[in-house]
């Protein structure tokens, strides 16, 4: 039995044992009052009517008609006159009627009325005695209607107590209730803490609890910290801070292969000229405060960009991918600024400065084939004089579509529904199948080419248009498990999560299946997810009791952040796949990936790698603390 319940019957036993005791001694204090009053009333009467009888004529006739007249008033249960024999002369009664009071209220609480008694004397003899009892049912009823009124106030003052007593509880049961939802959090990994209640008791309860919630919170932010260290010195420059040549080939890699990359992009190619000539003219110092600015400015430019990446490929040469940019002139044109401008502050000295080459991408194309066309702009560049900027010559015919194009493309797809979901398996350690990664195919015409997700979601989301796509996802998803799938995942962008009613409208789609909710896993990429924060907190509280698996997906660029994600109820994370390519050799990724994973562990999380590539990758996983993966070289049994 819980502590409020027996507090509640507490409560109640206390009542009712009031109640009972006060009701028994009122009642029996009443009946003892009124049992004197009655044997008062009795002899009085007694007394009245023998004084009256004595100043009589002692004819039987005339007696008889004054004891007559005395029990007529109704008031009497017997009136009975006794000679000195003791031989009854005359005698009048009536049966007792308690009138509307209950048996057994009668038989618990008997009124006894004494008879009352007084000598009728003749002269100076002694002529009988007058023998009178009064009815008791006048008795009766005053007590049983002093007993109603004292069980009516009782059960207002009952009623009262039991107001009191539920508030009373409840402000015991807040503090408690937290307390309790504090201790569960933390067994769930979330790090909580709760307003300290006023009771001395509750109060330093909970601020135990704060304390040790504050201290766990500084241990996991302290070992964040430790971690995004190694990882910046496992993949970035260390004095630009931008990406190294390993970390970004791994991005440029996932970004020509992977499924939900986007469908065309552009890379940049920068390289300074003469880096070791600057350095002689101008000192270490002033070298290295030169690759700071260029860093921080394409740094700055990989910002703008969802999913962009910035890196110093070596001594002299810097890159800059750009998913999704069709035209990278613009960024090119900022580049040669930013180099006019350090040459303005004397932090370049001579006429040749640097060279800048550029060209397009389309999705599917080869690292090596993209590399050798931008890597022969480049040349062409170092060919003229003074800054440059070249081209590279595209083998790729791209055919611009305009955005009402694209607008009557989306709108015609999903209004016919010419949208389906690919699979991919995500299986575990043990080769079981956790669930299968569903991402969204569109149908250009009836009979048109599938495109995938990186083709078109980025205009989808350009037109306002990813809302209406993402839930044709779910849907899509949750007929797919009604037909048999063990367990789905889709991805959800990031702007769908800003809208409160696309939230609204998803709820109440997973909501009227929640029987399915279970295996249906949601996630959103980690851009999304740390971008807009608050809406995708408010994202996880509603879905969260439907029961949906909630997830991030492309994790690790921001890890840093991952201490935010502590308290708001994710069920898995899956890491970047550019953290994941030739992991089995890298050992600076591996002490980075081993600590996320640990990290993870210990705030609940599943963590699963995203496109692993060869069974050497997928092999060294388990070792790592990876609970599954995903990727070409993941079985489909």
């Known amino acids: 039995m819980s502590l409020f319940r027996q507090l509640w019957l507490a409560v109640i036993a206390s009542t009712v044992i009031a109640f009972a005791g006060s009701f028994i001694v009122s009642t029996l204090t009443a ?9 008062i009333k009795n002899n009085d009467n007694a007394a009245t009517l023998a004084l009256s009888m004595s100043q009589l004529d002692k004819d039987p006739v005339t007696i008889e008609l004054q004891i007559a007249a005395v029990f007529d ?23 007792q009627d308690a009138g509307n009071v209950p048996d057994w209220f009668i038989r618990l609480f008997p009124i006894d009325s004494v008879p009352g008694q007084a000598q009728v004397s003749s002269g100076w003899n002694q002529f009988g005695t007058i023998e009178l009892v009064s009815h008791s049912h006048f008795a009766y009823t005053e007590l049983w209607n002093g007993a109603l009124k004292l069980l009516g106030w009782f059960v207002i003052g009952g009623g009262l107590m039991g107001l009191l007593g539920m508030q009373f509880l409840r402000r015991i049961r807040r503090p408690l209730d937290a307390v309790v939802g504090q201790a569960q959090a933390i067994s769930e990994r979330r790090f909580t803490t709760i307003q300290e209640p006023s009771t001395p008791e509750l109060k330093s309860l909970a601020s135990a609890m704060n304390a040790m919630v504050a201290r766990l919170k500084a241990m996991f932010a302290e070992e964040a910290a430790r971690l995004e260290q190694v990882r910046r010195e496992a993949n970035q420059d ?3 801070g931008l990406a190294n040549r390993a970390f970004f080939m791994n991005q440029l890699a ?25 350095n002689k003219r101008a000192g270490r110092e002033m070298t290295d405060e030169l690759l700071r600015r260029l860093g921080s400015t394409l740094n700055g430019l990989a910002a703008e960009k969802p999913n962009a990446a910035s890196a110093r490929l070596n001594g002299a040469d810097f890159a ?37 080459a550029s060209g397009v991408y389309l999705h599917g194309q080869t690292i090596g084939s993209l590399l050798s066309r931008v890597d022969a702009a480049l040349a062409s560049a170092e060919g003229q004089s003074g800054l440059a900027w070249c081209r590279a010559e595209s083998d790729c015919d791209q055919h611009a579509t305009s955005n009402a194009d694209w607008k009557k493309l989306l709108e015609g797809a999903i209004q016919t529904q010419r949208l389906r979901l690919s699979d991919f398996p995500v299986a575990g350690n043990a080769g079981q199948l956790l669930h299968f990664e569903c991402p969204l195919r569109l149908q250009t015409t009836e009979d048109g080419e599938w495109l995938t997700a990186g083709s078109f979601m980025p205009m989808a989301s350009r037109l306002s248009m990813t809302t209406e796509l993402d839930l044709a996802a779910a849907r899509l998803a949750l007929e ?26 998803l709820f109440a789609q997973v909501a009227a ?32 009791p439907l029961g949906c698996r909630l997830g991030i997906e492309h994790f690790g660029r921001q890890f840093s952040e ?27 990724n591996q002490a980075f990936i081993k600590g996320l994973c640990s990290i993870a562990h210990n705030i609940g999380l599943t963590v699963i790698a995203e496109g692993v590539q060869t069974a050497e990758e997928l092999a060294i996983l388990p070792e790592l603390g990876f609970d599954g993966a995903t990727g070409p070289a993941v079985p489909r049994n």
């Open 320 to 356: 800059l991918l750009l998913p999704g940019v069709q035209n990278p002139a613009p960024y090119a044109e900022i580049l040669l600024h930013a180099l006019n401008d350090l040459a303005a502050a004397g932090l370049i000295d001579g006429e040749r400065i640097g060279h800048i």
């Open 73 to 95: 008033s109704g008031q009497y249960a017997t009136v009975r006159l006794i000679d000195p024999n003791g031989k009854t002369m005359i005698e009048k009664a009536s049966p």
């Open 254 to 278: 996932a970004a020509l292969s992977d499924d939900d990359a986007a469908a065309s992009g552009s890379l940049v190619l920068l390289r300074l000229a003469d880096l070791a000539g600057i």
């Open 513 to 544: 299946r929640k029987d399915l909710a279970p295996r249906l896993w949601l996630e959103v990429s980690e851009i999304g997810a740390f971008q807009h924060f608050d809406e995708f907190h408010a994202f996880c509280d509603a879905l969260r």
């Open 480 to 505: 797919r498990i009604a037909a048999g799938a063990p367990a789905v995942a889709v991805n959800l962008s990031g702007e769908s999560i800003l809208d409160a009613s696309f939230r609204a409208r």
């Open 562 to 588: 991952i201490g935010r994600l502590h308290g708001i109820g994710l069920d898995y994370l899956k890491v970047d796949g550019s953290f994941i390519r030739a992991i089995d050799t890298q050992t600076g």
């Open 238 to 240: 260390s004095l630009t």
């Open 31 to 39: 009946r003892h009052y009124l049992e004197r009053q009655l044997a």
